[in-house]
T-cell receptor
């Protein structure tokens, strides 16, 4: 069974631009969560989607948004990028009702 | 709110040494507890878990026991290998319908041959 895939793996953007990251969950998994990992703040929860609905949201500004499609694939968008948005963005999927979350390799975003 | 406190790193051990990485938590109710491992340049891998008090999670020689009385979930391995070098994260999910993982700060482990 294929694991969680994330595209792109690496991204370089400049301040003020916007970016869209993609996540394809494990087949059959309907829950997708996003996390931001930085050296200073560690791993922080962004949001979780289940059946195309945002079910939980972390403490991030409105510049961070996401969505989920009917095939459970998810995207997250960051608008008006800031230098502090440079991070590894991790996506995780889980089967409905199971708390085991399986992570993708991440997208490393560098904002210049 | 929920929080996880992990042993400060980095930790450096010789091959075949005994490993303990301490983890304590604060949470309401009865959370599920996890250990994740992150190898260089990769995402997180679920190492082991425990879902109720006194449960012992185990995988690849690693073990951790859910201790409700001390709110702890310490990771142990009897004989570490160079391939165990990685960053280890303790995490929890609250039992109240919120699937958000709360992570500790991570402990970097280096095993010397």
């Amino acid at each position: 069974k294929a694991g969680v895939t994330q595209t792109p793996r690496y991204l370089i953007k400049t301040r003020g631009q916007q970016v869209t990251l993609s996540c394809s969950p494990i087949s059959g998994h309907r829950s997708v969560s996003w996390y931001q990992q930085t050296p200073g703040q560690g791993l922080q929860f962004l949001f979780e989607y289940f059946s195309e609905t945002q079910r939980n949201k972390g403490n991030f500004p409105g510049r961070f948004s996401g969505r989920q499609f009917s095939n459970s694939r998810s995207e997250m968008n960051v608008s008006t990028l800031e230098l502090g948005d440079s991070a590894l963005y991790l996506c995780a999927s889980s089967f409905s009702g199971d708390r085991d979350q399986y992570f993708g390799p991440g997208t490393r975003l560098l904002v210049l | 709110g929920n929080s996880v406190t992990q042993m400060e790193g980095p930790v450096t051990l010789s091959e075949e040494a005994f490993l303990t990485i301490n983890c304590t938590y604060t949470a309401t109710g009865y959370p599920s507890l996890f250990w994740y491992v992150q190898y260089p340049g990769e995402g997180l891998q679920l190492l082991l878990k425990a879902t109720k008090a006194d449960d012992k999670g185990s995988n690849k020689g690693f073990e951790a026991t859910y201790r409700k009385e001390t709110t702890s979930f310490h990771l142990e391995k009897g004989s570490v290998q160079v391939s165990d070098s990685a960053v280890y994260f303790c995490a929890l999910i609250s039992n109240f319908g919120n699937e958000k993982l709360t992570f500790g700060t991570g402990t970097r482990l280096t095993i010397i041959p």
